[in-house]
């Protein structure tokens, strides 16, 4: 009973490379919440974004100090738990704030979707990820995908160690293969490019013309995020007015305060809840993106169901969802949120909806 922190590890079928380096397998932490017979379960783990980042062992320090503090606080009073979250890393707090909202679903017998007030009952097509590699490789993986599903949403990494031309390649290739198909199929079919911060704004710029060439809808992070929070946007104001597609923001973005910089020089922002620290504060972000216009992603690093399924609560209010990570692995021990063909569901059972298998019990 109460609280618990335990560690598991996921495996990529697939090992993803991006312009900062290769994941074949993380560690991960689940912390769990039980109580009047409910168990709350959240997801977190290390992660890094080239200007910020976290291991896996530090989260799990902060988390373990922090159990026993959890103990005597009202799960349903939010309120209480204020002064002891807000000391810590974004991915702790995450763990935190998903047992929290899980568990108050569950003993109030509704999904987290209708706590927040959203309407979690559309599905929409999530993108599925290209790994950077050689073009045989990438086209492979296309394949892959859509042996699997519909992939009605490529988004092919770039920023290639290797450059632009091999970019440019990488591009053009995946491009004529989904022309190939949709003349096939006659399904539309989307593709985004990100560069996850492995280009300079000259680059950026060059790479403008053929990204407009080959119809990519979005770009997103270009640009290396800049711990100088004025260089940083300043960066995106730069390419900003010479690029003609959708410019969106993820490393750079984190909070509430980094939309507000970044809101008058980018078309949208990636939300991750390693970085926004939970649901919470997510939703809180999304809400101000309506109301200043811009559009949302939501995003995932090597995540789980149970993480993806949380940020799958906010399908709502997003654009261009990114949650297919669990679409990847070998070894996911919880039950994946619902998806009809690439349409990913929020789930309609209680709580966040995602439960350990029952080969994970413990």
């Known amino acids: 009973m109460g609280w618990q922190l335990r560690r598991f590890t996921l495996t990529k079928a697939v090992p993803l490379a991006i ?36 291991s896996t062992a530090s989260v799990a320090d902060e988390l373990e100090c922090l159990l026993s503090q959890l103990e ?47 309407d979690g009952r559309d599905g929409v097509a999530t993108s599925v990820t290209l790994g950077l590699g050689s073009v045989p490789a990438v086209l492979e993986r296309l394949r892959r995908w859509w042996d699997q599903l519909p992939a009605s949403r490529v988004k092919l990494k770039l920023g290639s160690p290797d450059g632009l031309s091999h970019d440019r390649e990488l591009l053009v290739a995946v491009a004529k293969a989904i022309d190939a198909r949709q003349e096939r199929t006659g399904e539309a079919i ?10 300079t704004l000259e680059q950026a710029r060059l790479m403008l013309q053929d990204l407009e060439t080959c119809h990519v809808v979005l770009l997103e992070q270009p640009l290396a995020p800049d711990p100088d929070p004025q260089r940083d946007r300043q960066g995106f104001a730069d390419l900003y007015s010479h690029c003609k597609i959708p410019l969106v923001a993820d490393e750079s973005c984190w909070d509430l305060e980094d939309l507000l910089r970044l809101a008058p020089v980018v078309d949208g922002m990636n939300l991750k809840l390693l970085k926004t620290g939970g649901l919470t504060h997510a939703l809180l972000m999304a809400q101000v993106a309506r109301r200043l216009g811009v559009d949302l992603m939501v995003g995932c690093y090597s995540d789980s169901s149970l993480l993806n399924g949380a940020a799958a609560q906010l399908l709502s209010l997003i654009r261009w969802p990114d949650l297919d990570s669990h679409l990847n692995l ?6 994946q949120p619902p998806l ?10 209680m709580g966040l909806g995602i439960r350990l ?6």
């Open 330 to 335: 070998v070894d996911d021990p919880f039950t």
């Open 19 to 54: 312009s900062r380096g290769t994941t074949s397998s993380v560690q991960r932490l689940e912390l769990s919440l039980s109580r009047n017979g409910s168990t709350g379960r959240g997801e977190t783990g290390g992660f890094e974004t080239g200007h910020r980042g976290y």
């Open 357 to 362: 298998k029952e080969t994970e019990e413990i």
């Open 340 to 349: 009809s063909g690439d349409q990913l569901h929020a789930s309609p059972e």
């Open 190 to 199: 989307e593709l985004q490019v990100d560069a996850n911060g492995g280009w």
């Open 72 to 118: 005597p606080l009202d799960p349903l009073v939010p309120d209480s738990f204020e002064s002891l979250l807000a000391p810590l890393s974004p991915p702790a707090r995450c763990a935190v704030d998903l047992a929290l909202w899980d568990w108050r679903g569950q003993s109030i017998g509704q999904p987290v979707w209708r706590l927040l007030g959203l």
